[in-house]
């Protein structure tokens, strides 16, 4: 009876309730006075589909359902220009401009409208200046005030050469267009000094991935372009300040009270906010996660400086960028800060700008040679100022040509920051529709044309000293194993030291370390260091040649196979990794991880390039080294190994047959004795297998055992240091439920 108690209890609480309620419904309509009962025309399916529609209108409904199309377009364009060596902002512009009236608008007009009606961008803008500000914060923190500091008298002269410049030639430029272009109602001056800013703005976030992603990062040329970069930054913020404050007061004269307040805001930032910020970032330094009061001390921080300078007539962005240029300079503080804001604002909140600048841009607009002659010159006059300035000043201060021109194309990256200043720009009324579309137009052309210019001057100054991959020798061994963490990274070396500790002056290991560019810390010089170190110290102990090879990538998986390709590589090495929705259907169907799904996993299941279920025990990063790498491909599953003297080897398929060479080199490496179990009888029937292992054991005596049994004996297994097998024949056994499988040695699957 106990067993059934709550039952009985939950059921007696719904019945007498229920009734209670019931009896209230008949006892209520008595008190009804006059009530006056509409009778609808509509039968009941009509008036769910209006109630449907309505809520599909409802400002609520349409904004998650604008957000909704708006990340799915600027995540596809983002990897699609990923794909063609761009950078992923480019490609989530061009989201937003196709989402925009110069396409989406232009040919499906009615879909546009109900998707983006006009009394609905209110909102759109109000959650992309929100997205703005949490953006401008993290670029902010990403900015290092110490190198400024520092002695980079090169990287200032460059710096502000490169704003001085593109500004004068901007104002040129104005001085010329202003009768034809500019609005009615807005002063020469307001409209020169837009013209000189947007000339002369870097995006420094861009640029900074560019860096990282070409591996210059720790080169003189990488500490040159991002200290300049970083002081560009600063400089132009400050400058856009005093524009924003001139052209709101409508006189310079006017702005000096704005420009005043200002300064006054600054300085309380420095002297008093900051050293406060410090202190709590010293005591929480130690600790792994903020607790919330800290973070909403920092959030109200934001939120306050970037309220002061709104009011000031600064914009809120400053405030923003400023509030994050004064957090505490601890890397280990600000990456945690970084981390806990950067994904909502640059996934969810940034393509919401880049969908309402498109908004804003009408191509359209733009129906006349004349005005595409115009949009020609503002390229030239903008290639011209920042990438020749740069150049210029680069080569006055001692920097080769070949450095100069690379700092030439990377100051000349616009992006994003370009795309901010004129928001602000047409929401004051200094540009107008053409002239803001023509300045879109440049921003994007400036930008996409930096990763073709690094790749022109790349061949055209072609280094004639061979790089380290160059000069290995084709006909030796060669190992690349890939690691995330420290202690993969020391299982692997150990693993690959194995195939080649007997002969080292034949082979070669290779460590390769990725990291996605949105996870990287920009100023943080010293991470390759401390990732390698525990490695090269592990190399050492087991007497182990090692070459180190470190990258920032914006796909880490095709990264992988595409190292490996371009080293020819003879053996890929990695750990299995782990899927959030292993073994579960919808987990092997879709490839998901806790990682956003890649577009390419889709694809190839689509193509029929990956079945749904050959790889589907693995998460999705070593599935796609392992359907896209055209070399083998060796997945460890550690079990605490220390030695290989035992190792048996499982052949279910003739395939297994690609595992020889690998046995061969266990063998003449650690003088391991390998037990092969014949299951399907392939070794008494297969002459080419038979032969092989002839020569092996004719090579090297009592070193093969063959067992002809056809099932796997757990004692067997478990006597074994690991075992050796391909990744079909894994799933063989997986298929089949052997029992020892949950008390396995360590594995390594190979996939030939």
Known sequence: MRKYKNSIFYGAVIVVFSFIMYLTVNRGKYLEVDVKNVA???????????????????????????????????????????????????????????????LFGMYFPEASAAL??????????LLSQ??????????????????????????????????????????????????????????????????GIAMSITA?????????????????????????AAADDITAWCILAVVIAIVKAGSFVSALYVIALSIIYVAVMLKLVRPFLKHIGNLNSNNKTLSKPVVAIFLLVLILSSYLTEIIGIHALFGAFMAGAIMPDNHKFRHIFVEKVEDVAVILFLPLFFVFTGLRTEIGLLNDIELWKMTGIIILVAVTGKFVGSAAAAKYVGQSWKDSLTIGALMNTRGLMELVALNIGYELGVLTPEVFAMMVIMALVTTFMTGPILDFLNKVYKDKTPSAEEILNETKFKILFYFERITTGKNLLKLANTFTKNQQENSVVTALHLVNSSDVDLMDNKYEEKIFSPIEEEAHKINQKLINLYKVSTDVNSEIVDVAHKGNYDLILMELGSSIYDGTILGRLLGFTTRIVNPEIIVDKVIGKEKFFDYSPFDDQTRYVITNSKIPVGIFIDKNLEEVNKIFVPFFHESDKKLIPFILKFIQNNDSQIVIMDIKGHLKTNTFIKEEIRLIEQAKPNHISVLSDTEIDLNLIQQQDLILTTVKSWRNMIDKKYNWLKNTTSLLLIKP
């Open 40 to 102: 609808s025309d509509k039968n009941d399916w009509q008036e769910f589909l209006d109630s449907f529609i309505n809520n599909l209108h409802h400002p609520l409904a349409l904004l998650l359902m604008q957000i909704i199309a708006i990340v799915i377009a600027a995540r596809f364009f983002g990897w699609l220009f990923n794909k063609i060596g761009q950078p992923a902002v480019i490609g989530e512009i061009i989201a937003g401009i196709v989402l925009g009236p110069s």
């Open 130 to 195: 929100v997205g703005l500000i949490l953006f401008m914060f993290v670029i902010g923190m990403e900015l290092d005030l110490k190198v400024l500091k520092s002695k980079a008298h090169d990287a200032v002269v460059i710096s502000h050469a490169s704003i001085i410049i593109p500004f004068a030639l901007g104002m040129i430029f104005a001085y010329y267009t202003y009768t034809q272009y500019a609005p009615d109602g807005i002063n020469f001056l307001s409209f020169a000094l837009f013209m």
């Open 116 to 125: 983006f009606p006009l009394e609905s961008l209110g909102n759109l803008q």
């Open 204 to 228: 420094f976030p861009v640029l900074a991935r560019i860096v990282q992603e070409r591996g210059i990062q720790k080169t003189k040329l990488g500490t040159v372009v991002l200290t300049s």
